[in-house]
């Protein structure tokens, strides 16, 4: 079985740092990448890079985290590939509580408040 892999998308490092550090003592030899834009994520995805589970902060400069979950979901299915082997798990990570509906609209797995605890993160 080969290694999962976890990105974080967020335009804050501290966020990035938090959740990295989190991945990185309770999931064995996993693959985490780190994201600061919506942008380099899509790009990456796009070259063919394979993620698990995500974690996509919402409100980030440029593209923001529910218009990178659409774009995602669009390139699979242009693609032809299966959404239910090529998607991402995703988890957005947000200060913003009144953005929940918008989350679970483009099917989303989770969503974590900021501040995140490391319960709700667990």
């Known amino acids: ?3 999962m892999c976890f990105a974080i998308c967020d335009d804050e490092k501290a966020v990035r740092e938090l959740l990295y550090g989190w991945l990185s003592g309770s ?4 693959e985490i ?3 600061s834009s919506a942008e380099d994520l899509i790009k990456d995805i796009d070259s063919g890079s394979k993620i698990d589970v995500l974690f996509l902060d919402i409100a980030m400069g440029g593209t923001d985290g529910i218009e990178a979950a659409k774009t995602l979901g669009e390139r699979i299915e242009e693609s032809g590939r ?3 082997v090529s ?3 995703i988890i957005f990570v947000t200060g913003i509580p009144d953005r ?3 989350a ?3 099917r989303a797995y989770g969503y974590l408040l900021k501040p995140i605890s490391k319960a709700a993160f667990e």
């Open 1 to 3: 079985m080969g290694k």
């Open 27 to 30: 999931v064995y030899n996993a």
């Open 33 to 35: 990448k780190e994201y």
């Open 82 to 84: 299966s959404i239910r």
């Open 87 to 89: 998607r991402p798990l």
């Open 100 to 102: 929940m509906g918008d």
């Open 104 to 106: 679970f609209g483009v």
